[in-house]
């Protein structure tokens, strides 16, 4: 079974600066997908950014990045010029990409905190 | 953007009585419809998957006679918590996923149910 991991239960980030949130996985799997998705206080389920494990470029969305790390397994999330509006719960996700593979693994989640 | 309502947004029931839960894909057919639960401060867990006309897919540990799924057709899923109990508190969310261009492949949530059994 796969698992996801997430080691920082919480970080915090000056307003403007960046941070990097920490999520690895464990898979026998070659094909998946990654995601990032953001629950702010309303605890809507937003997709921030997704990686499909075959393609070795980073995902890019915006303000977001990720650093893909395939042999690591390894998943991290940065957020650049942090907002206010950053601050949420963080949950790093697995999917296989199998066709009957569809359900996500979340992982424990990292709780964001931004400085005004 | 593809849109996932849930209805009710909260509810309060009292223990024994039945709860039903609507999870409706409002502009796409939801040919996959999951039911996640999760407990404050922890992540989501998955309960269920069902799919359009076929009986749901419990996780390990997920009583299916307390937690009733149908997925009659490709808009609505309900989740029927039977006899709740305060256990059985938590924050519902559903997610549905398509089969059009735009939305196979991507998963779609929807805002959430709060049940609170007294």
């Known amino acids: 079974a796969q698992t996801v991991t997430q080691s920082q239960p919480e970080m915090s980030v000056q307003e403007a600066e960046t941070v990097t949130l920490s999520c690895t996985y464990d898979t026998s799997e070659s094909d998946y997908y990654l995601f990032w998705y953001k629950q702010p206080p309303s605890r809507q389920m937003i997709l921030v950014i997704r990686?499909?494990?075959?393609?070795?470029q980073n995902a890019t969305e915006n303000r977001f990045s990720v650093n893909f790390q395939k042999a690591a397994k390894s998943f991290s999330l940065k957020i650049s010029d942090s907002q206010l509006g950053d601050a949420a719960m963080y949950f790093c996700a697995y999917r296989s990409a199998k066709s009957s593979g569809d359900k996500l693994t979340f992982g424990t989640g990292t709780r964001l905190a931004v400085r005004p | 953007g593809a849109v996932v309502s849930q209805h009710p947004s909260r509810v309060i029931c009292k223990s024994g009585t039945s709860v039903k839960i609507e999870c409706r894909s409002l502009?796409?057919?939801?040919?996959?419809m999951f039911w996640y639960r999760q407990f404050p401060k922890q992540s989501l867990m998955l309960m269920a998957t069902?799919?359009?006309?076929?009986?749901?897919?419990?996780e390990q540990g997920v009583e299916k006679d307390k937690f009733l799924i149908n997925h009659a057709s490709l808009t609505l899923s309900t989740l029927t918590v039977a006899s709740a109990h305060p256990e059985d508190s938590s924050f519902y969310i559903c997610c549905a996923m398509g089969s059009t261009a735009i939305t196979t492949d991507t998963q779609y949530f929807g805002p959430g149910t709060r049940l609170t059994v007294l």
């Open positions: 502009d796409f057919q939801a040919t996959t």
């Open positions: 990686q499909e494990a075959y393609k070795q």
């Open positions: 069902s799919n359009e006309g076929s009986k749901a897919t419990y």
